[in-house]
């Protein structure tokens, strides 16, 4: 695996946050990306189903100056031509978008590519081309509604055989609280995103905190 030159800080990390303006009680998707940097948080996700070209370019060059300036990897969900336009860290892409190869066309050498799955015919499958994808999404561990095409649970099982049969980095996401956060670390998440769990709580800080102190 060819591993690109900001990849390391993304894999020194524990909590993967990604914005969901519609569950941040207002905030709206900067100030809550502020809070999440203030918690300590290390990886940004940028995703936005519902908004406009123009309205995602603004709210990413805002959210690329914070975590610029503060050392934070900074990734862009879907949108290859966004992500390159306000120089995201990376992009983070579905089994149903452009191919990771054209991804990586378009995305050039350095930038972080990371690619959602969901089974493990789709693990093997990213395995395959590491070097040219980064890392893999597994999920949903659990039910979740923060996105509205989303596929059933694929559950504890499918992330322990990730675990145990695959080199790539993976990030486990879908349905995960402060109540089932352990179990998907004993699972073998080593990283793990919480959506609605972080950008809905009334003190981000105080909830990553708390988020931590079970993980540790």
Do not use: W
Not at 9 to 25: K, Q
């Amino acid at each position: 695996m060819k591993y690109r030159s900001n990849l390391s800080n993304f894999l020194a990390t524990d909590i993967y946050g990604i914005t969901a303006d519609e569950y941040s009680r207002g905030r709206g998707n900067v100030e809550t990306v502020r809070q999440m940097v203030e918690a300590g948080i290390k990886v940004i996700q940028y995703r936005e189903k519902h908004k406009s070209a123009r309205q995602m370019y603004q709210e990413c060059t805002a959210i690329r100056e914070i975590t610029r300036r503060c050392g934070i990897t900074f990734i862009v969900n879907d949108h290859i031509d966004l992500a390159v336009s306000v120089c995201a860290d990376g992009v983070h892409i579905g089994q149903d978008d452009l191919p990771p190869q054209e991804v990586r066309r378009l995305a050039g050498d350095e930038m972080i590519i990371g690619l959602s799955t969901h089974s493990p015919a789709q693990a093997r499958a990213a395995s395959d081309i590491a070097g040219i994808i980064d890392y893999i999404g597994v999920g949903p561990i659990f039910a979740t509604r923060t996105k509205r095409d989303v596929c059933r649970p694929v559950g504890l099982a499918y992330l322990e055989y990730v675990a145990n049969n695959i080199s790539l980095p993976f990030v486990a996401i879908g349905g995960i609280k402060e109540h089932n956060i352990r179990l998907v670390r004993a699972g073998g998440a080593g990283i793990i995103s919480l959506v609605t769990e972080i950008v809905g709580a009334p003190d981000i800080p105080a909830k990553v905190s708390a988020l931590r102190a079970v993980l540790s």
